[in-house]
């Protein structure tokens, strides 16, 4: 095995052991066979002054000695294809996404490794053992840790664990298929290590749903930042598959300007629920509340609901089935009863018969100290909001008032029925 960086500044030499010059990066490639660890295909090799000369990999060479003797004439200069990765260039100092850790860390020293004829790219060094190697420090601490019976820990992650972080001019494009197999908390945990327009790029590779659902893990501030780096119609598309009231909070922290571009992109059904929500201050029961919940009539029967809650469509799109409210022609409130009680009731009773006729509610002008209030003294997972008329505008979330006081670290996403 080798590591870039006892290779960087060696001699490349001919085989008749003329100096061809000093190694200056080393190019590698992915193969279309499938191959998971990408090999040498070309050495940069600087002489003198001038611009470095791209080499071709002979597949002979050995990287374990002091130099690097080539075993063909450097009589030919290799022709980038446009998909090589100079690893000095492109992947030294860079930051990564560890898919296992959930986490991005950068890299320290690359290892490269011999299998079959080729040398290929299989481990990525992120501790401290590879900085210690570039310093030229290796040896030395690991005999002083040695007097003290203690050993210097090696760090490194399988070359296949990891996804690189698009970057300014960075041409690295490894697949991403591990990274979107992720849960979205993961994949929000390892992004919000990053800068926005970082993070941005990454959010862009994913599915609009996917996208949307780790995004709703962010914070609204950070949701705004990264929003702000993409085209507006992406950002539009994100912003429509996101829970209305997360869409509200992320476009509330917007800038004016792109947030008009992106609000007026959206499809009319999605930013007229949204609009609803940014007339209300977002610290008071109607900024916090969401208009995805279930509502039957009073008068139905319990088959009639059941069938109802079944097949429409605010069924499947709401926040949390748990409770159901019953409502009037005029979407007046009237009553609340759970799913449970809904299950377990006779096919031939009606709604008003099995509901609480006085539900608790708040008022849309309500602050979150009054909604978050009213949860826990009444031990609810969610509570209705409604206006002077008592009409049912929407619910307030346990998890969604929680968020407004616990410290960052403490937050967590209350369960969602799947």
């Known amino acids: 095995m080798a590591y870039l960086s006892e290779l960087l500044g060696r001699d ?41 000369t791209l080499i071709p990999w002979g597949g002979t060479e050995d990287l374990a000695g002091n130099k690097i003797i080539l075993q063909r004439p450097p009589s030919t200069s290799y022709p980038p294809a446009g998909t090589e990765i100079y690893l000095d260039r492109d992947v030294m100092d860079k930051q990564v996404i560890d898919t296992h850790g959930f986490r991005v860390v950068r890299v320290n020293d690359l290892e490269l490794a011999k299998i079959g004829d080729d040398y290929r790219l299989v481990n990525v060094d992120i501790g401290g053992r590879g900085l210690l190697r570039r310093l030229g420090w290796e040896d030395i601490v690991e005999n002083f840790a040695a007097l003290f019976h203690r050993e210097i820990a090696a760090h490194s992650i399988a070359f296949t664990d990891l996804e690189f972080i698009p970057r300014g001019d960075l041409k690295v494009r490894v697949a991403r298929h591990k990274l979107k197999e992720l849960h979205p908390a993961d994949i929000a945990e390892i992004i919000e290590d990053m800068r926005p327009r970082e993070a941005g790029a990454l959010i862009g590779q994913l599915s609009d749903e996917q996208a949307a659902d780790v995004m709703e893990e962010l914070e609204p501030e950070f949701q705004a930042d990264v929003l702000e780096t993409l085209p507006s119609e992406q950002a539009a598309d994100i912003v429509e598959e996101m829970e209305p009231d997360e869409a509200a909070d992320a476009l509330q922290e917007m800038e004016e300007d792109k947030r008009a571009q992106v609000f007026n992109l959206m499809e009319p059904e999605e930013s007229a629920e949204v609009a609803e929500l940014l007339k209300h201050p977002e610290d008071t029961a109607g900024g916090l509340m969401t208009p995805k919940y279930l509502t039957v009539p009073s008068h139905i029967t319990i088959a009639e609901a059941l069938q109802r809650v079944r097949v429409e469509a605010p069924a499947k799109e709401a926040e949390t089935i748990y409770y159901v409210y019953a409502v009037d022609a005029e979407e007046h409130l009237l009553g609340v009863f759970s799913l449970s009680d809904l299950v377990l009731a006779s096919p031939e009773a009606t709604v008003d018969s099995i509901m609480h006729h006085k539900p ?58 799947f």
Request: charged share 25%; no cysteine; aromatic share 4%.
């Open 12 to 52: 490349v030499r001919d085989v008749k052991g003329a100096l061809i010059g000093k190694l200056k990066d080393v190019l590698i490639a992915p193969e279309g066979n499938g191959h998971p660890y990408p090999r040498i295909v070309a050495l940069a090799v600087k002489r003198g002054s001038n611009e470095p």
């Open 360 to 417: 608790i509610r708040v008022q849309v002008d309500a602050s979150h100290e009054d909604v978050l209030e009213s949860i826990a003294k009444y031990n609810l997972l969610a509570v209705p909001v409604v206006d002077a008329e008592n009409h049912l505008l929407g619910i307030v979330t346990a998890g969604d008032a929680l968020d407004l006081i616990l410290p960052e670290e403490w937050k967590i996403k209350m369960p969602r029925a």
